[in-house]
């Protein structure tokens, strides 16, 4: 009974100096460590057998096997065992995933206030379109011009233009109602009594739904009333072109007509 107390005391002895590896440690991984390379080396210990058994002074310790990978000698039920680092269950460690980074958004430009004001309607804001004349159609010139047949028709910038200068300034008139065919793209001063044919101050979208009296209807014949006159010498070019400009909806009576 004696001699059996020594041999269980001295097993355990030999096991806690890291001498002897318990069965079950065998079972559990096999060794693959030489024992001359299995030692402590200053605050680890190199040659170890991953999840074998590891002695008391191991505990807690870090190791490194033969292959260079490393472990620790973490607690594993009752017994301690080297494990993969920075696990305590025996499974590596997973890395953590990296945060997916959400691109910051682009600031969305403010939408900008109308440039132009629409209280003016049925006429444009004048300070958006005073109307331009064309400087080659004067009192002096108006029989080879706009008094010669087909002058306007000549004279008129090219559809590509109007259109898209139309979309353009219905935004800047700030109409919810963006429906290009709502609009003529209209010359304050018409083209038959020498208004600029491209001119921004001279063309605007005038809506042609504004009312009894009030589209560009209503305005053509204003137009064809002051084209006569004119080119009759019953009025002056310049003072017809200052009337339409002016209001169309007052010219005729204004000059007399």
């Not at 997916?100 to 682009?106: F, H, N, Y």
Request: hydrophobic share 30%.
């Amino acid at each position: 009974m004696r001699v059996r107390s020594l041999l269980i005391a001295l097993y355990a002895v030999l096991t806690t100096a890291g001498l002897l590896v318990a069965p079950s440690a065998a079972t559990a991984a096999p060794a693959s460590a030489s024992s001359g390379c299995y030692r402590q080396a200053g605050d680890h210990w190199e040659c170890v057998t991953p999840g074998a058994f590891c002695p008391a002074a191991a505990h807690g310790k870090n190791g490194y096997a033969e292959d260079g990978d490393s472990y620790r000698c973490v607690q594993d039920g009752s017994y301690w065992r080297w494990k993969p680092a920075g696990s305590s269950t025996g499974q590596a460690p997973k890395p953590t995933p990296k945060p997916t980074l959400k691109p910051t958004p682009k600031p969305t430009a403010k939408p900008t206030g109308s440039k132009c004001s629409r209280k003016y309607l049925p006429l444009p804001d004048p300070k958006c379109q005073p109307g331009a004349r064309d400087p080659k159609v004067t009192q002096a010139t108006i029989t080879s011009t706009i008094c010669t047949a087909g002058y306007s028709r000549k004279a008129a910038p090219p559809a590509s233009y109007t259109n898209a200068l139309r979309l353009t300034q219905i935004a800047q008139y700030g109409h919810t109602d963006r429906k290009p065919s709502h609009y003529k793209e209209d010359h304050l001063i018409p083209l038959s009594l020498g208004g600029a044919p491209k001119s921004v101050k001279n063309l605007w979208p005038q809506p042609v739904l504004a009312g009894k009296g009030k589209t560009p209807a209503d305005k053509d014949k204003v137009e064809l009333t002051l084209w006569r006159a004119v080119c009759h010498g019953e009025v002056p070019l310049a003072k017809a072109q200052q009337a339409i400009a002016k209001d169309w909806r007052t010219a005729v009576r204004r000059l007399g007509l």
